[in-house]
């Protein structure tokens, strides 16, 4: 019986054995792969820093650092009357500065801050040449606010410009030309504006004053603006806009259906163009019976009539 015992501690002692020595020779290679591991890893990431740097080194000799790249002529295509040198000096390009580190989306956010300008694009042609393209809005009417000024508080007047989309753009500071050269016949003015209502560089939001730029632009396809030219136009009352003209008449329109009004003041006005007349009032804004007064002097007509220039000038493709 203790004979059988011994037997059995020496095979439990040996099968032991072998199982440390295994355990041990498995530690040592997971730690040899663990440790290769590491070192293929460092050596990659070290292998990619060494090419990002190398990467930036070249770009910055042969691109950023190199003096054939650099900006010698900036070359500015407009559409409108914006001096050259204006919008140079708002796109902040200066001659001299490497070309590929010009901001391209930079300058052009900077050019669509200027309310004149109403689309603009910065095109980069190596080795050395920046394109400013410029389209520029169009005035169809303008307006004349009185604003305080000073210490005194003294009042001073600004005339303003409006697109046909709305847009307050001012007049342009340091140049001998006007925005008034971009259309094609005399601005009318609003009139019954208040300072607040025209934010220069946004949008007007006055309905009556939106309705008044729509006006103007429906005009413009009439064939009574090349007989008859539009002065100004009252925007004080919500529901109406009273228009003045040249000749003296004063028409009164309501806010909508403005093309079928027009429709009426033509038909109107070519009867008192065969029969010597000319309109004193007329008040488009009443549907049925339309109230009519015509001038009681006898009217001095116009001696030709007006080329049918469009108020919006067909543009360039800049």
Same mark, same amino acid.
């Given at each position: ?177 006007? &925005?008034?050269?971009?259309? *094609?016949? #005399? @601005?009318? $003015? %609003? /009139?019954?504006?208040?300072?607040? =209502?025209?934010?220069?560089? +946004? ?12 006006? &103007?632009?429906?005009?413009? *396809?009439? #064939? @009574?603006? $090349? %007989? /008859?030219?539009?002065?100004?136009? =009252?925007?004080?009352?919500? +529901? ?79």
């Amino acid at each position: 019986m203790w004979f059988h015992s011994n037997k059995n501690r020496r095979n439990e002692r040996s099968h032991l054995l072998d199982v440390k020595l295994r355990s041990q020779g498995s530690n040592g290679a997971g730690s040899r792969l663990l440790g290769l591991s590491l070192a293929g890893a460092t050596l990659v990431i070290l292998c990619g820093f060494l090419v990002w740097k190398g990467w930036g080194y070249t770009l910055d000799r042969l691109i950023y650092s190199n003096p054939a790249l650099t900006v010698q002529q900036i070359v500015v295509v407009t559409d409108g009357v914006l001096p050259v040198d204006l919008i140079q000096r708002w796109a902040g390009v200066k001659k001299g500065e490497n070309l590929m580190s010009v901001d391209l989306s930079r300058v052009q956010r900077q050019l669509m801050l200027v309310p004149s300008i109403q689309s603009a694009s910065v095109i980069r042609r190596p080795p050395s040449e920046i394109q400013l393209r410029i389209s520029e809005r169009v005035p169809v009417a303008q307006v004349c606010l009185y604003r305080t000024t000073g210490p005194e508080q003294l009042l001073e007047s600004h005339v303003l410009y409006l697109d046909a989309e709305g847009y307050v753009m001012p007049h342009i500071s340091g140049s001998t030309q006007s &925005l008034t050269q971009l259309s *094609k016949h #005399p @601005l009318a $003015s %609003l /009139v019954g504006l208040r300072a607040t =209502d025209a934010p220069i560089g +946004q949008r007007i939001t006055l309905p009556q004053a939106r309705a008044a730029l729509k006006w &103007l632009v429906e005009f413009d *396809k009439n #064939p @009574l603006s $090349s %007989l /008859v030219e539009v002065c100004s136009i =009252d925007v004080g009352n919500p +529901q109406t806009l009273r228009v003045t003209t040249e000749q003296g008449s004063e028409i009164i329109f309501a806010t909508q259906n403005l093309e079928s009004q027009l429709q009426r003041w033509q038909t109107v006005h070519e009867w008192g163009a065969k029969n010597l007349k000319v309109i004193g009032s007329l008040d488009l804004a009443v549907q049925n019976y339309v109230p009519l007064r015509w001038l009681d002097s006898t009217p001095t007509l116009p001696s030709k009539i007006k080329q049918n220039s469009p108020l919006l000038p067909r543009k360039k493709h800049v």
